[in-house]
């Protein structure tokens, strides 16, 4: 009887984590650099042939075990040369693993993404990209690191690891298909401004996440980003990049939103092969009822090398001591071809 109560409050354990998770998918605090995971009508779309990225996000290591989140992804454009007016499909891969908390509820996901982008012309540039995003996700948990009140003796004050709750049970896993789609409106009037606005809508499969016999859904997530890029003039070296999303799953919001400063370094010259192009990039954003947080960013060439670290204002920090996340990212751009100058010095896309 005592290990049915036991094996009771560690599926209620595990429910009150999927409604957290149902609540509010994993996010990253550079979500501009995280275009994949952010709305998949981003798919292909950017100046070059190849992208290539990875974020790695560690928080609340101050209040409990660290939750981690990783993400490694790749896409590219296809079928130009055989496309009219610009046109062109575009395939990518997103991988993500997500660690929460002390019980290793961790999710694994790969997802596989495609888009077509139309290009309408006019006066100015316009491109509306449709994506969808179909994907795999396994989520597992396990009560190793858990400890228990039976575990330990009142009457010789020791902890005995073995007693109590039967710690080689390892709550089981659940595997589901999860789909996605968005759609995304590049617009640029010159190469001194250019934006991206975007809508998505994840999880309209609404899957069973539960990791034992329950039927714990996950909530269908809304979402909205808007990216700008403007140079105040030709001879300009700085940029301002502000962006902003929303997302609203269940009774959940999020937003972000701020602003980051470009200073170009060096310019790329046809002398050097384009590989002198140097920049940095400072920002600050903040995060709603959460965090405020700033960033940085530095590009060599095809490379770039990002750093973000929340500081935590939500009711979380007595016990946070205001230390929210640290994040990283590396990401590779590259042009190749003939046309590789044309297509890194574009200001069709962001």
């Known amino acids: 009887m005592i290990g049915t109560i036991k094996k009771i409050i560690f599926f209620l354990t595990c429910f009150s984590i999927n409604e957290s998770l149902v609540g509010q998918d994993l996010h990253f605090s550079q979500f501009y650099n995280a275009p994949l995971t952010t709305n998949p009508g981003n798919t292909g779309v950017f100046n070059g042939d190849l992208r290539a990225y990875t974020l790695y996000r560690m928080q609340w290591f101050t209040v409990t075990t660290p939750y981690k989140t990783f993400s490694v992804a790749v896409d590219a454009p296809i079928f130009r040369q055989r496309m009219p007016n610009d046109d062109f499909f575009s395939v990518g891969l997103n ?27 006019g006066r100015n540039e316009h491109d509306i990209t449709l994506g969808v995003e179909v994907g795999y996700s396994l989520i597992t948990a396990t009560t190793k690191k858990l400890t228990w009140d039976s575990q330990y003796d009142m009457t010789s004050q020791t902890y005995i690891p073995g007693s109590g709750f039967d710690e080689s049970y390892g709550g089981g896993g659940k595997g589901y298909l999860d789909m996605s789609t968005g759609l995304v409106w590049n617009f640029s009037s010159s190469h001194l401004f250019r934006s991206a606005l975007g809508f998505s809508y994840h999880h309209f ?17 809304l979402g909205a980003q808007l990216n700008m890029a403007y140079k105040p003039s030709e001879t300009s070296n700085i940029t301002y990049l502000p962006s902003i999303m929303a997302a609203q799953q269940g009774t959940s919001l999020l937003i972000n939103g701020g602003l980051n400063v470009k200073y170009i370094l ?66 590779y751009r590259g042009a190749f071809g003939k046309h590789r100058r044309a297509k890194r010095e574009s200001t069709r896309f962001m």
């Not at 694994?108 to 012309?121: A, E, P, Q, R």
């Open 95 to 121: 991988i993500n693993n997500d660690n929460q908390g002390n019980i290793n509820y961790m999710t694994n996901s790969v997802n596989g993404l495609g888009s077509f982008t139309k290009y309408l012309g």
């Open 266 to 331: 060096g310019e790329a010259s046809r002398y050097t092969n384009y590989h002198n192009y140097k920049a940095v990039y400072l920002g600050a954003f903040y995060r709603f009822r959460d965090a405020a947080y700033i960033t940085f960013r530095f590009d060599i060439s095809n490379v770039s090398l990002g750093f973000a670290y929340d500081v935590n204002i939500s009711k979380l920090t007595k016990v946070s001591k205001t230390v929210g996340g640290f994040e990283f990212m590396l990401q």
């Open 205 to 221: 499969l609404s899957p069973d996440i539960s990791i034992n016999d329950g039927n714990d859904r996950l909530l269908p997530k």
